[in-house]
């Protein structure tokens, strides 16, 4: 089965989990782009009344798109249920959101939602977290390198995300991207906890002890891991 399948395969399965009446966190990427397009076909057909929170521009540009109701975060008093992509998941239901403009939105709504679903294609299910992806971290411009720095010093191997050799890639609130590329994210916890301290980083691309519930699309079908 091609990889976009699998993808879509996992996205119709979680659909099964909104019911009437919802608020509903929509997460960013091409999985949940096809959970949007399910959601609008349901929305349409069946008259279900949900609002959506979106985590990003590009969400909220598709949601509009398929007249889905967009509510702000902030006008919600809870979020029913939020289903997003990941970059890599580990069997513990750690993970790397990766989208780097996206993630501090993501994780915004992934904390106010009652439950968090991810829906991933196989080739995101990983033994060790950081193998095949940076982990970004999003920080303000003033005094990024000397962030960089002390992220050299710890030996993570940053380096800003570009957008080609002279343009900074810009996150939804105008931060820059440093990337970290690691072998391997052997103590998450820690890595989490350590950065989070770091004047000048805003938020960083590991989500951890947030996920509930994942739909994995593979050859054989969807697994449903809880
Ligand atoms: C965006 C993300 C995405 O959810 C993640 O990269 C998965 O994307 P896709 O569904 O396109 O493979 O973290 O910030």
Redesign the pocket.
Known sequence: MQVEEK?QIAAMSALHEIQDGMIIGL??????QYFLEGLATRIKNEGLEIIGVST?DRTTRAANALNIPIEDLDNVDHIDITV????EIDKYFQGI???????EY?KMVAISSNKNIWI??DS?MVETLGHNLPLPVEVVPYGSTKVLRRLDNEGLNPKFRMVDETNYYFTHEHNYVIDLHLESIDHPHYLAAWLSRQVGVLEH?LFLDIVDEVFVGTDDGVQHLI
């Open positions: 993808k997460g960013t990427g091409t999985t949940v990003s997003d992509g990941a970059g959101k990766d989208g780097g403009a996206a993630h993501e991933v294609d995101k691309g």
